[in-house]
Structures are given as structure tokens and as C-alpha cells.
């Protein structure tokens, strides 16, 4: 029962983003990952995306991605990573730390928490932030090949340098889609909502495509 009433708040958040935006955009993310196993405790990630948005008709966002995570419990892993990304004139580096959690897990569903915290370095202009990020999602499994996927993710600003005073709440994504599961790789398909919580209240509605391997 409450995995129910989790689903519908999750679907509540989706229904509520839109209704606070002044400008609505649309744009694509085309994303692939490889994922490799180092040791008995330990396996990598590595990652490359591509944002494409159709209001500009450009390429809007690249970012480069690696993780190394290993498993601290039963359905609790923690991991560390680096990235990069460029967008337009500004680069960004990035320094993630992780931590992940499953429970309530069966044939059927999985719910999961995951804390992820970002400490950003941005070049032209020069400025430092640190980032953090709350998601929370559930995983309905349908068959052995296909699962629905949803969840919704908060981010929070703790530190920018370029201001004294600033927002503490960043942006919400909100994802609908689900997961096709091979024997050597799953695409993920999916419809994802972002909504910045700044003076241009700015909701960008995003075709989300993921091939894993």
C-alpha cells in the first residue's frame, strides 16, 4: 500500500511542475554508458550524453561521465565520480559523491533512495558551486524484459560563489518511462519534466534516450 501512495505523490509532482513555469521548452537527451566490473567490490561506470534543444536547434549541453561504486550492503552502494561537461563558452568539471539505496525489493517492484553530492568548477566565467541532489524511484517490473520506470529528483544549491544570497531550491526532474532489458545491454525510454525554480521559471520538456551496456 505504500508503495501505491508513492507512485501517486511521485505523479502528483509531474502534474504540479508545469503549472509553475512562465516559459516552456522542448529538447532531446541522447545518452550511452558502459559498465565494467574492477573487482569483487568494486565496478565503473563511464558515460557520454548529448542534450539537443529544438527551441535553439542546436546542441545545447555535452558532458563526459565516470563513476567507480562498490556495494557497502544489502542494496546500499556508495560511489565517487568525475565529469565534464560543456555548454556553449562554459566548461565544467565536476567531483560526485554517491550513495544509493534499494529496499523493498521483490519480483515485482524496487524503490530506491539516492543522495548525490556535487561539487562543481565552472570556467568563463570563473565560479565554484556545490550541488546536492535527492532522487526517489520506483521500478515496477512487468516482465524479465521490460520494467516501468518513475521517479523524481530534487536539486538543491548549498554554496555559489558568485552570490551572497541564493536559492536553495534549484530545479525538480520528474521521469516517466520504462526500461527494455537484452542480454547484452537495456534502453531506457523515457518522458522527463525539469522545472528551474528561477526568475524565468523555465519548464523544459525532454525525450529521454539511454542505451546501457
Not at 562543481?120 to 556545490?130: G, K
Request: no cysteine.
Amino acid at each position: 500500500m505504500a508503495i501505491k501512495y508513492l507512485v501517486l505523490i511521485l505523479v502528483f509532482l509531474a502534474t504540479i511542475d508545469p503549472l509553475f513555469a512562465l516559459e516552456n521548452r522542448t529538447s532531446s537527451w541522447l545518452s550511452s554508458s558502459y559498465s565494467t566490473k574492477l573487482s569483487e567490490d568494486w565496478g565503473a561506470k563511464f558515460g557520454v550524453e548529448v542534450r539537443y534543444s529544438f527551441d535553439d536547434s542546436e546542441v545545447a549541453k555535452t558532458k563526459l561521465k565516470s563513476m567507480a561504486a562498490t556495494k557497502i550492503g544489502d542494496g546500499h552502494t556508495l560511489g565517487i565520480g568525475l565529469q565534464y561537461a560543456k555548454e556553449g563558452d562554459k566548461n565544467e568539471g565536476r567531483v560526485v559523491a554517491q550513495s544509493k539505496l534499494d529496499y523493498l525489493s521483490s519480483e515485482e517492484h524496487k524503490l530506491f533512495h539516492r543522495l548525490r553530492v556535487e561539487s562543481r568548477f565552472f570556467s568563463t566565467p570563473n565560479y565554484e558551486s556545490l550541488r546536492g541532489r535527492y532522487a526517489l524511484g520506483y521500478d515496477y517490473i512487468l516482465s524479465d524484459t521490460l520494467t516501468l520506470l518513475v521517479w523524481d529528483e530534487l536539486f538543491l544549491t548549498l554554496v555559489d560563489s558568485r552570490y551572497r544570497d541564493l536559492r536553495f531550491v534549484d530545479k525538480n526532474r520528474f521521469m516517466l518511462g520504462i526500461r527494455v532489458k537484452r542480454s547484452h545491454y537495456s534502453m531506457r525510454i523515457a518522458y522527463m519534466n525539469q522545472l528551474e525554480f528561477d526568475s524565468n521559471r523555465v519548464s523544459e520538456h525532454i525525450a529521454v534516450f539511454q542505451l546501457d551496456f
